[in-house]
């Protein structure tokens, strides 16, 4: 506070937990709005995509671009087999999703004009958290249930335990994937909003505990089964897909270039901003859409079908391995978008920048 009793800038904006500013400064701009927009549009679109997804296939609804062909809007051609009286419904609640979805966006914007580019950054980053932190939990725990049922299956002790016919219900992939896996990952999503650790730190020594166990099993006791192996390979494949959006909030991924390391701060700005809207972004939706666009995708597939390893007796978790890329790329997605406000928030000298404490440059 000065000599007159007015705060200054900085009491302003540690007062105020929507970093707001006064009327004229760029959290009012339209810029600002625009990128606030554009950044949670992108993720809500992303969120509805994957929603859509399962209404589409597995519940079997007829899908946004099999309702715009049927109403022939843009162009679009009559589909072979028109939408029945039943689907008809079900195509204008799927474009009310994302047309819903924006618009509270945007009003969400309008009604809250000081709200801050950083702090709506640090939501999004905070969600990519929550994201990251379920995934680990649902890897670590559907992983030690899997490998526990296959041991018992394996060594013919888990009738003694669930009797015969829950037995051969759960050596059936489908059977245990909705009666086993589903209960322990809606388990996992409660659990990571208890817990603020981002437990994929946690998931190195996993692997490794999980690897010695291999070797010390192996060449102690003569003992190895395929479970083993698919426990290790379940728990690394999710390390290494899942650090990922954590690696981007520190700074940690490398980057290989001549110039970056001697940009100033606001030609660092300037290019992550380009490199976010034209590589990032661009390469995580790929992966979706590609993975998911029809039921015979690359994700889509292996999902619906519930798929395993030829092994029988190994773990029935294939299927969800596949599914690290959806968390991957929806979490760097959401990173990406908070990132992109940030860097946004840096072009308009926005106060309370935080400076990442390592850079790794080469």
């Not at 309702?67 to 008809?88: C, D, M, R, Y």
């Not at 009738?159 to 322990?184: C, K, W």
């Not at 520190?250 to 980057?255: A, I, K, L, P, S």
Request: charged share 15%.
């Amino acid at each position: 506070m000065n000599d007159t009793g007015t705060p200054t800038s900085v009491e302003s904006a540690v007062g105020d937990p929507d970093n707001s500013r006064e009327t004229g400064d760029s959290s009012n701009s339209l810029i600002d709005k625009m990128a606030r927009i554009l950044a949670t549009s992108i993720v809500i679109t992303a969120l509805l995509f994957l929603f859509n997804n399962y209404l589409i296939f597995w519940l079997e609804w007829p899908g946004l671009l099999e309702f715009i062909s049927h109403q022939q809007w843009f162009g679009f051609s009559a589909p072979k087999n028109p939408l029945t009286a039943e689907e008809v419904p079900l195509g204008w609640l799927q474009l009310a999703s994302y047309l819903g979805g924006i618009v509270l966006v945007a009003v969400f914007v309008m009604i809250t004009p000081r709200r801050g580019l950083r702090v709506d950054a640090k939501v999004l980053s905070g969600f990519a958290a929550y994201i990251v932190r379920a995934a680990f939990w649902a890897v670590f725990i559907v992983g030690l249930v899997d490998m526990t049922i296959s041991l018992l299956r394996v060594e013919e002790l888990l009738s003694l335990f669930v009797g015969e016919q829950m037995t051969q219900d759960l050596g059936r992939p489908q059977y245990r994937a909705i009666n086993v896996h589903y209960p322990l990952i809606v388990l996992s999503f409660i659990v990571a909003l208890f817990t603020r650790s981002l437990g994929f730190t946690w998931l190195a020594l996993l692997v490794v505990l999980a690897e010695f166990q291999i070797v010390l099993l192996r060449f102690v006791f003569s003992y190895e089964q395929v479970f083993m192996g698919d426990l290790v390979r379940f728990w690394y494949a999710a390390l290494f897909l899942f650090a990922s959006a954590h690696t981007l909030v520190c700074e940690g991924h490398v980057r290989v270039d001549v110039l970056y390391a001697h940009f100033g701060h606001r030609a660092k700005a300037w290019s992550n901003t380009f490199g976010l809207l034209a590589l990032g972004l661009p390469l995580c939706w790929i992966i979706l859409t590609m993975g998911m666009w029809v039921k015979g995708s690359s994700i889509n597939s292996p999902l619906l079908s519930f798929e395993v390893s030829q092994a029988g007796y190994g773990m029935y978790v294939k299927y969800m391995m596949v599914a690290y890329l959806v968390i991957f790329a929806l979490s760097m997605i959401v990173q990406f978008c908070s990132y992109l406000l940030s860097n946004i928030a840096d072009l308009r000298s926005e106060p309370g920048a935080e400076k990442p404490a390592v850079t790794f440059s080469h």
